[in-house]
Antibody
Framework: EVQLVETGGSLVQPGKSLKLTCATS????????MHWVRQSPEKQLEWVAQ??????????YYAESVKGRFTISRDDSKSSVYLQMNSLKEEDTAIYYC???????WGQGTLVTVSS | DIVMTQGALPNPVPSGESASITCQSS???????????LNWYLQRPGQSPQLLIY???TRASGVSDRFSGSGSGTDFTLKISSVEAEDVGVYYC?????????FGAGTKLELK
């Protein structure tokens, strides 16, 4: 059974940093391209970032809204993907989900609230 | 960026009736490989999104055959035949042809 568990969300002040973790199981993580997708309080879904597999040189892609502030990474030995979020803004407030290529599996998400 | 525009439903939908949700993309999602890079999701209240349809018309594993997807390169329809209580929620379309992958704003289905 495929499982994705996102953790690391919290209340943080604007300008601060936060690192999200997505621990996975039930599929061959090392071959999987992984995404982060977020959902705003207004329920709009937004694709955030993608990281490909080792065979694709761990290539990364970002939404323009987070480019230069967020970094996606992975640890194949731990079957985990990460999202380092720096210089957070109030508009980054959302539930953050990780999902493998194909978007067929989603975790429960982790809530990030950016507010002073 | 490719803009995804979803239509509204004439809510509430009577139980047992069919419902069709439309989605339009600002660019053709038909790839030269013959596949259309469009997904449909359902997000039930309090839950994470669930993939219903991929490649515009292929049902995801375990999805009821009451759900069907169709369309052309830029105009798409998700049809739900014989709407049931478990179909209540928000439906999203998404393109994954090119970065950034983009979603529609969602279409809410309410049951009468």
């Amino acid at each position: 059974e495929v499982q994705l568990v996102e953790t690391g969300g919290s209340l943080v002040q604007p300008g601060k940093s936060l690192k999200l973790t997505c621990a996975t199981s039930g599929f061959t993580f090392s071959n999987a391209w992984m995404h982060w997708v977020r959902q705003s309080p207004e329920k709009q879904l937004e694709w955030v970032a993608q990281i490909k597999a080792k065979s694709n040189n761990y290539a990364t892609y970002y939404a323009e809204s987070v480019k230069g502030r967020f970094t996606i990474s992975r640890d194949d030995s731990k079957s985990s993907v990460y999202l380092q979020m720096n210089s957070l803004k109030e508009e980054d407030t959302a539930i953050y989900y990780c999902t493998p290529i194909g978007f067929a599996y989603w975790g429960q998400g982790t809530l990030v609230t950016v507010s002073s | 960026d490719i803009v995804m525009t979803q239509g509204a439903l004439p809510n509430p939908v009577p139980s047992g009736e069919s419902a069709s949700i439309t989605c339009q993309s600002s660019k053709s999602l038909l790839h030269s490989n013959g596949k259309t890079y469009l997904n449909w999701y359902l997000q039930r209240p309090g839950q994470s999104p669930q993939l219903l349809i991929y490649w515009m018309s292929t049902r995801a594993s375990g999805v009821s055959d009451r759900f069907s997807g169709s369309g052309s390169g830029t105009d798409f329809t998700l049809k739900i035949s014989s709407v049931e209580a478990e179909d209540v929620g928000v439906y999203y379309c998404q393109q994954f042809l090119e970065y950034p992958y983009t979603f529609g704003a969602g279409t809410k289905l309410e049951l009468k």
